[in-house]
């Protein structure tokens, strides 16, 4: 049964490697419904975090396949219970349409959006949330005639107390053993 997976990639920062992650999943026929990519908390360390639907067992299979990948130091996988995320989306509409009515001034506030830029011609108004809550207000918007939509991909933390530094650590302490 195919569910949702949020995959945490902690890397170095190399050129390619986006590539060969995403062959991983093609090879498995697994889409990327969501990508980011940034610094972590460990200096030098990078973050790719991937949102994807698939099995238990597939989704096991291809995390192990991109921990043997050369710059990859450790890869994470995490139901939706295991992390705390967010999405951010602008949305651009006819400024006309704010000043016609205050409708799209209530909708913003009813869905904890706010306004980032108005111009005579368009206002730029941002959500941050799940992706049902920025679809959402996309819907809601649309009659007002939304000139252009953008959602960023998942931006996740893990709920878990052990994190990527405690594992380094650990991976240090067991080099000097040998």
């Not at 067992?57 to 710059?71: H, N, R």
């Not at 368009?122 to 920025?134: L, Q, S």
């Not at 960023?152 to 933390?157: E, K, L, Y």
Request: proline share 1%.
């Amino acid at each position: 049964m195919k569910k949702e997976f949020t995959i945490s990639l902690f890397t170095e920062n190399h050129i390619g490697l986006l590539n060969q992650v995403t062959v991983i999943l093609t090879r498995r026929q697994i889409n990327i419904e969501s990508i980011t990519a940034s610094e972590s908390a460990v200096k030098g360390v990078h973050l790719i975090t991937l949102v994807v639907f698939t099995s238990d067992e597939l989704v096991k299979k291809v995390a192990g396949q991109m921990e043997k990948l050369i710059d990859v130091i450790k890869v994470f996988v995490h139901s939706g219970e295991d992390i705390i995320h967010e999405e951010i989306a602008l949305y651009k509409v006819r400024t006309e349409e704010l000043m016609a009515s205050n409708k799209i001034e209530q909708i913003v506030r009813r869905n904890h959006a706010h306004f980032l830029e108005i111009t005579p011609e368009y206002v730029v108004i941002e959500r941050t949330g799940h992706k049902d809550e920025t679809t959402e207000l996309l819907d809601k918007l649309h009659p007002y005639g939304v000139l252009q939509f953008a959602r960023s991909g998942r931006v996740a933390i893990t709920k878990q107390i052990k994190e990527l530094v405690q594992y380094l650590e650990e991976m240090d302490a067991e080099r000097n053993k040998l």
